[in-house]
């Protein structure tokens, strides 16, 4: 049997990101700020699905989801996202009934530029060539989950995204 998620994976994440956008504008909204505005580029190859920008704060985000409780243990990531001045990667765990949380995150606080991601693994191909061989993807790297913060809830990742909140979860 199929599995739904699998079976419509392009349609869920396109969901799951517009929950995340949802969460963080309504948790924003609710705390007085009314000025995010959200950015999504026409194709993926920048390597950020969305943008974020609030009071001055612009951030280029990668969503990457995964079910709660799977076992993958890296996130491949466009070495171009380094390139943004707060570039950041976001992992969305989710249940069946895609509830959110908790996340993962891999960034630095506003206005201290992305972590240097191009010492991680060079990544490879899914499927092999002709040959059976998985040949390298040069602006592609493999980063660990270990690198990850764990962040419990949708308010933690806004900190973490603006650093507005004075008890910021979000480690420097």
Not at 50 to 72: C, G, N, P, Y
Not at 74 to 86: A, E, F, I, Y
Request: proline share 6%; with cysteine; charged share 25%.
């Amino acid at each position: 049997m199929t599995d739904e998620h699998s079976l419509h994976s392009s349609k869920r994440e396109n969901t799951l990101e517009h929950i995340f956008i949802g969460d963080v504008m309504r948790t924003l909204w609710v705390s007085g700020v009314y000025d995010l505005e959200v950015l999504k580029p026409e194709v993926d190859d920048s390597g950020y699905d969305i943008v974020f920008e609030t009071s001055a704060i612009v951030r280029h985000i990668q969503l990457k989801s995964t079910k709660r409780d799977s076992h993958v243990s890296s996130v491949n990531v466009q070495l171009q996202l380094g390139n943004k001045p707060n570039g950041c990667i976001i992992i969305i765990e989710f249940d069946d009934k895609l509830q959110l949380g908790p996340f993962y995150w891999f960034g630095n606080p506003p206005r201290q530029g992305m972590p240097a991601i191009s010492s991680f693994p060079i990544a490879k191909q899914t499927k092999g060539n002709a040959l059976g061989k998985k040949l390298e993807r040069p602006n592609i790297r493999k980063i660990p989950r270990s690198s990850f913060q764990k962040i419990e809830s949708i308010d933690e990742v806004i900190e973490c995204l603006f650093g507005k909140y004075p008890n910021s979860a979000c480690k420097a």
